[in-house]
């Protein structure tokens, strides 16, 4: 079974700096990935996913993420953090034999600082 | 479009009620996933459709939780009777069908924050 390790609990960052979020997962074979935020009092937003392809993707809200296959890792950056992306972020794998179960990492709290 | 629609946002309720949370997927969506939230076990799976057939309820808790799809338009996750240990906040998301072959991602509704006393 996949799983997903975000080891970072909680980060501070100031705003205007850049954030990198990192996510390691664990699976036999190509996943798909996800990354989601979610704001206080709301649901999981999808900021980007990986799928197959170009192993950088592009997402909304000036995210980016990077799979790295020899690393199982798909680290999510955005070079300059607004005080909106305060929120928590996690990331997801799913398996390609079993595509609708998705396994979320704990999560990662940002808080940005004026 | 609207969006997975939830009711109610907020329920509080005593030890040994009934609790009834409901889910309207987006239209066209034909997978709906209930997930339960603790700060404890994070974000769990407890129930998945597809096609208004429940495929894995594998992580459904106890006897005390079932849900039901009777259409493609609408889910309810009931529990009966409410435990304080089932305070939780309790989301709901739909995906629509594969394209190109590929799964898609879920669409989270914002979720029902459940207490109960």
């Known amino acids: 079974a996949q799983s997903v390790t975000q080891p970072d609990i909680h980060i501070t960052v100031s705003e205007g700096a850049s954030l990198e979020l990192r996510c390691n997962y664990s699976?036999?074979?190509?996943?798909?990935l996800f990354w989601y935020v979610q704001s206080p009092g709301q649901g999981l937003q999808l900021l980007l996913k990986?799928?197959?392809?170009?192993?950088l993707v592009q997402g909304i809200k000036g995210f980016e993420a990077e799979f790295k296959r020899s690393q199982s890792s798909f680290n999510l950056r955005k070079p300059s953090v607004h005080w909106s992306d305060a929120a928590e972020y996690f990331c997801a794998v799913g398996a390609r034999s079993n595509d609708y179960k998705l396994s979320f990492g704990a999560g990662t709290t940002v808080t940005v600082r004026a | 479009d609207a969006g997975v629609i939830q009711s109610p946002r907020h329920e509080v309720t005593e030890m040994g009620q009934e609790v009834t949370l409901r889910c309207k997927p987006i239209?066209?969506?034909?997978?709906l996933f209930w997930y339960r939230q603790t700060m404890m076990r994070g974000l769990e799976l407890l129930i998945y459709?597809?096609?208004?057939?429940?495929?894995?309820d594998s992580g459904m808790p106890e006897d005390r939780f079932s849900a039901k799809m009777p259409n493609a338009s609408f889910s309810t996750l009931k529990i009966q009777p409410s435990e304080p240990r089932d305070s939780a906040v309790y989301f709901c998301?739909?995906?629509?069908?594969?394209?190109?072959?590929?799964?898609?991602?879920?669409?989270f509704g914002p979720g029902t924050r459940l207490t109960v006393l």
């Open positions: 998301a739909s995906s629509p069908p594969p394209s190109g072959g590929l799964s898609n991602e879920q669409f």
């Open positions: 699976y036999g074979a190509t996943p798909y």
């Open positions: 990986y799928f197959s392809g170009d192993t």
């Open positions: 239209s066209g969506h034909n997978s």
């Open positions: 459709f597809n096609n208004n057939v429940p495929i894995d």
